[in-house]
């Protein structure tokens, strides 16, 4: 079942959605070669419990983390731990906030100091991948224009690996709803989008094949040939004929920016990614 929600139920959704980016900036902040991944953890869920929320992922399922940190060739559901990020790392932290019976779901990607070109590459390819996926999440277009739009998009450039092991998918009172959203699919297929819906829109790109495998610890989702993989996801309402994202990039970039251990170089020097 998919759910319309009231205005009213999107505005606390918007609100749990920013308290993701609020503790995505504060994660920007803190990252620097030599921090371990279960700092940012410890730091996260004391910021969410600090702001009246609790963590979405803590406990779902049985995940033990209010995050999921996932570094390099792991592509989702990494587990916080004793590494230290170092020089050329890239880190994906998904994150999930709830409060007022409602979650907030988002993702974002970042580069530790001297990331390798292409990688970089990847991750403005994914950034931008995610919101030609938003920009279809239309009144009376399907789920597949959103997944259409974004394996077109990153095939265009390179060729990268699209996972389809995972997908979005609909987010709500539940962390996870229907409709499920891929990555991949053909135009004018799926479930119909109606406004009021919200979705999760979260495209997992590889450098490599799209082949990914679940570690022993039975959550850690890593790329089978071990190259890196980029994850960015905004909640987003299907709203006034367009994708409306509830959760926003602005203050975890104006942090990224701020911090000299953070690379974002790729947002100017590497070549742009347009549409023809
Ligand atoms: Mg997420
Ligand atoms: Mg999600």
Not at 130 to 151: C, H, M, P, T, W
Request: charged residues 25%.
């Amino acid at each position: 079942m998919i759910h319309i929600r009231s205005r009213e139920e999107i505005e606390i959704m918007r609100k749990s959605a920013l308290m993701v980016s609020a503790t995505l900036t504060e994660v920007a902040k803190m990252l620097k070669p030599g921090i371990t991944t279960l700092s940012l953890d410890q730091m996260a869920e004391t910021f969410i419990r600090d702001n009246g929320g609790k963590p979405s992922f803590k406990g779902y399922n049985g995940f033990p983390y209010s995050l999921c940190i996932s570094v390099n060739d792991v592509v989702v559901h990494g587990f916080p731990g004793a590494y230290e990020l170092k020089d050329g790392d890239i880190v994906s932290v998904d994150c999930g906030f709830y409060k007022n019976g409602y979650h907030g779901d988002s993702a974002y990607t970042f580069a530790i100091g001297n990331v390798a070109p292409e990688v970089l590459q990847l991750l403005k390819v994914t950034k931008e991948s995610l919101f030609r996926g938003i920009a279809q999440a239309r009144d009376r277009n399907r789920v597949g224009d959103i997944s259409f739009a974004i394996e077109n998009f990153t095939a265009r450039e390179n060729p990268y690996g699209v996972v389809r092991d995972l997908v979005g998918h609909g987010v709500g009172k539940n962390l996870h709803e229907d409709p499920q959203v891929p990555n991949y699919g053909k135009r004018g297929d799926g479930k119909r989008l109606k406004e009021g819906m919200v979705l999760a829109i979260e495209p997992m790109i590889n450098l490599g094949t799209k082949d990914v495998y679940t570690a022993n610890d039975g959550w850690t989702v890593k790329t089978r040939d071990g190259k890196a993989s980029a994850h960015f996801e905004h909640t987003t309402a299907v709203r006034n004929n367009r994708g409306e994202p509830l959760s926003s990039f602005d203050p975890i970039e104006a942090a990224e920016q701020a911090n000299p251990e953070l690379n974002t170089s790729y947002y100017t020097t590497v070549a742009d990614v347009t549409m023809q």
